[in-house]
């Protein structure tokens, strides 16, 4: 069986696909059986070959006593026999799935894929898309048929970037497998390394939805605390204090308001809507939230601009300072960042706006989102917004802040961490 050839190093894993979900697993596999960690990018393969991880997420010590080789040559790929794909899986401009590098994944698969062998998919998507756009490239491809020549699963991700808690192997996993003995194979293999344990679902796509629900219901609940906190800014009251007040019921869910962005929470729920209207039914709720988080970028930026106004500040001689641009906090992740979205909403107001991170790569900013980032903070500005909480901006004071500002500044703070904090500067959280 696939299993015990993997533990007893008769044959090897490959893991395709080394950003923030596939190096951490393949590195788990890596301390138990032989691993070709494989990425289409030679300049990340050589980073990780001199055990450095692009992502910024892993020491080198990670990669310490590791049996692994990092490859960019899909040929090295033909001396594994079981494939775990770990690719992105993002939207496009018109919200719908990019199913384009999992696709390609796919392809690699096909090419390289041998009889007996095994090929589990790691990435979010909709459910049916593994069993009806993936394993029909691998089949095209190979010659080969699903079930009888080779077998196939699915074992959603649950990686969160930063989180030191919540890491992979502490976080249960769900598995899937195409009929019973590929089901019992694959979670034998993640049970070797997920210290959690395993769930195992009864079907690829039963594993599909469940992934993605996650992120949805995440979304949701965060959409109406966003709305709540529009509402509760019309109402003249404090977003936070009503949080508060209402957590003191057991059953209350502890969800704030903020700038949804990320690989995740930002893009799953247009996956699971997309295969909604395939299926003709077009979502409401899901469709509302998405709306909602995709508009909180404006929404701050019109009340900052109305604040300046109403502070007889000058748009073209106006100055503000943008503190935070990754889409949370103590991570170098800027994928899909609403901060970037809320930049640019500024700009569009013809304002003069600086951007500073301690996370936060400059070059991958001005490559991404065209923006330009300070080395540091400066003085001077009409406004600062705090917009991701990174743990060096939680002990500023009051007259730090007014010493970076001019005496009509207002301070911006979306995650509400100087709340009860600031009393003489103009200040609002949402």
């Known amino acids: ?57 892993l020491e080198a010590e990670a990669f310490e006593g590791k049996s692994i080789s990092f490859t960019a040559n899909l040929d090295d790929l033909k001396d594994a026999s079981f494939y775990v794909v770990a690719v992105p899986t ?86 899937s497998g ?9 979670a034998k293999v993640y049970e070797l390394v997920i210290r959690a344990g395993v769930h195992r679902a009864s079907s690829i796509k039963v594993a599909e939805a469940a992934k993605i629900i996650e992120n949805t219901q995440r979304d949701l609940n965060i959409a109406l605390m966003n709305e709540l906190s529009i509402i ?62 995709d508009e909180m970028p404006a929404h701050v930026a019109k009340k900052i601009v109305q604040d300046l106004i109403k502070a007889e500040v000058g748009m073209s001689s106006a100055k503000i300072l943008v503190m935070g641009t990754t889409f949370k906090e103590d991570v170098a992740d800027i994928r899909n960042s609403k901060v970037a979205d809320l930049i640019h909403e500024l700009k569009a107001y013809n304002l003069n706006v600086e951007v500073v991170d301690p996370f936060a790569d400059g070059g991958q900013m001005k490559k991404e989102y065209d923006i330009e980032m300070s080395e540091s903070i400066g003085s001077g500005y009409d406004a600062i917004i705090l917009a991701v909480n990174h743990a060096p901006y939680r002990n500023y004071n009051e007259d730090f802040f007014k010493s970076k500002m001019t005496s009509k500044g207002i301070l911006v703070d979306i995650k509400g961490i100087y709340r009860n904090k600031i009393k003489d500067l103009t200040y609002w959280s949402l």
């Open 178 to 186: 195409c009929d019973e003995v590929s089901l019992e194979e694959i």
């Open 1 to 57: 069986m696939i299993y015990q050839d993997l533990i007893d190093k008769k044959k090897k894993l490959a893991v395709i696909g080394l950003g923030y979900v596939g190096l951490p697993i393949a590195l788990e596999f890596a301390k138990h059986m032989d691993v070709i960690g494989f990425d289409i990018n030679p300049e990340r393969v050589q980073m990780m070959q001199n055990k450095i991880d692009p992502s910024s997420e």
């Open 90 to 175: 993002p939207v496009n401009e018109a919200k719908s799935p990019n199913l384009k590098p999992v696709l390609s994944a796919s392809e690699s698969v096909g090419k390289v894929i041998s009889k007996g062998d095994y090929v589990v998919f790691e990435s979010t998507v909709y459910p049916g898309c593994t069993e009806e756009d993936c394993i029909p490239v691998i089949e095209k491809i190979s010659g080969l048929k699903d079930k009888t020549d080779f077998k196939s699963g699915y074992s959603p991700e649950r990686i969160n970037p930063g989180d030191t808690k919540h890491t992979l192997i502490d976080v249960v996993k769900v598995v």
């Open 232 to 293: 509760f800014e019309k109402l003249d009251i404090n977003t936070y204090e009503v949080l508060e007040a209402a957590n003191t019921k057991w059953n209350f869910l502890n969800f704030y308001p903020g700038l949804v962005g990320g690989h995740c929470i930002g893009v799953d729920p247009y996956y699971l809507t997309y295969k909604s209207e395939q299926l003709g039914y077009k979502s409401r709720v899901i469709l509302a939230g998405r709306g909602i988080n």
